[in-house]
């Protein structure tokens, strides 16, 4: 069993900074891309930002700058440093996995974090 635990959301107000937290855990675990992506009320789940295994990262153009992605392997622990943050921001961040276990490719999401930014 993969699971994964996210942590860091809250209320901030804007101009402020969070950090997000997911790290997964399971036996057998080999972790590949890593991400972050966020669903606003009545909005598609869009990517924000992700990260393969040798630390390329990508992200959407409206965090570009403000958002840092980042990873520790030996942790299998991906992080999310928000600054500069807008009251758009505002949305349920999801971590999600892609991993090998014992030879089968999978995925994984997180529960789900509430991050709101008041203006």
């Known amino acids: 069993q993969v699971q994964l635990v996210e942590s860091g959301g809250g209320l901030v107000q804007a101009g402020g900074s969070l950090r997000l937290s997911c790290a997964a855990s399971?036996?057998?675990?080999?972790?590949?891309?890593m991400g972050w992506y966020r669903q606003a009320p009545g909005q598609q789940r869009e990517l924000v930002a992700s990260i393969t295994r040798d630390s390329s990262t990508n992200y959407a153009d409206s965090v570009k700058g403000r958002f840092t992605i980042s990873r520790d392997n030996a942790k299998n622990t991906v992080y999310l440093q928000m600054n500069s943050l807008k009251p758009e921001d505002t949305a349920v961040y999801y971590c999600n996995v892609l991993y090998n276990r014992y030879g089968f490719k999978d995925e994984r999401w997180g529960q789900g974090t509430q991050v709101t930014v008041s203006s």
């Open positions: 399971g036996n057998g675990l080999s972790i590949n891309a």
